[in-house]
């Protein structure tokens, strides 16, 4: 729940950390092990290789949602929460994420020098990756900027920018995603064929 202080309060299901209020809950896996090999013809799924390292948490009466180094996230304007993952919108228009990151829910830039060690999980919120956006005052920030709408699916993402376009995030199996893909996209990639946007009129309707 989002306070009018712009803090955020959660309770329940906690095994991927998606309600956000410890910072040392988190891990790794390596998406290395999803491909075929000599040795393993059925590699494990995301899934089965995040599972594994998660443990039974919940939480009975509400917890503060936490920014990565532990003090409480502030400055929030809307929350979307999904099963394993939530979003908070903040006041300057970027997006905070936490939970699992099994299918890339939480729009994080870990592909450096090619590695392939991603998060699989963490409890506190992190600004997602610009991914192939662009701040548009600001053409060196690296985090997703310019954000008036969140939502989040089973595990997947998407936020609505000021512009009217839409950016999306995460599982895209079944083409949740809209960009013409099904590969997973572990940080924002734009919906539509790039001539084509969402606009969010005045009583927050959404027309094609």
Not at 80 to 102: C, E, F, I, P, T
Not at 146 to 168: M, P, Q, S, T
Request: negative net charge.
């Amino acid at each position: 729940m989002l306070l009018d202080g712009g803090q955020v309060w959660s309770f329940g299901a906690d095994r991927y950390g998606q309600l956000g209020s410890d910072a040392d809950y988190k891990d790794t896996f390596d998406i290395a092990d999803m491909e075929p090999s000599e040795d393993v013809e059925v590699p494990p799924t995301a899934d089965e290789l995040v599972d594994p390292k998660t443990s039974v948490r919940r939480q009975a009466a509400a917890v503060q949602t936490v920014a990565d180094n532990g003090n409480a996230l502030t400055g929030v304007v809307d929350v979307a929460a999904g099963g394993v993952s939530s979003l908070a919108l903040a006041r300057d228009g970027g997006v905070y994420a936490w939970g699992s990151n099994a299918h890339g829910q939480l729009g994080l830039k870990e592909d450096y020098n090619d590695s392939t060690t991603f998060t699989a999980f963490r409890a506190s919120a992190m600004l997602i990756d610009r991914g192939a956006s662009e701040d548009k005052d600001d053409a060196a920030n690296q985090n997703f900027a310019d954000a008036i709408r969140i939502a989040v699916g089973g595990a997947h993402a998407a936020a609505l920018k000021d512009d009217g376009y839409v950016w999306n995030w995460g599982d895209n199996s079944h083409g949740q995603l809209g960009n013409g893909s099904t590969d997973t996209a572990y940080t924002p990639v734009q919906a539509g064929d790039g001539d084509s946007k969402t606009l969010l009129l005045d009583k927050y309707e959404v027309y094609n």
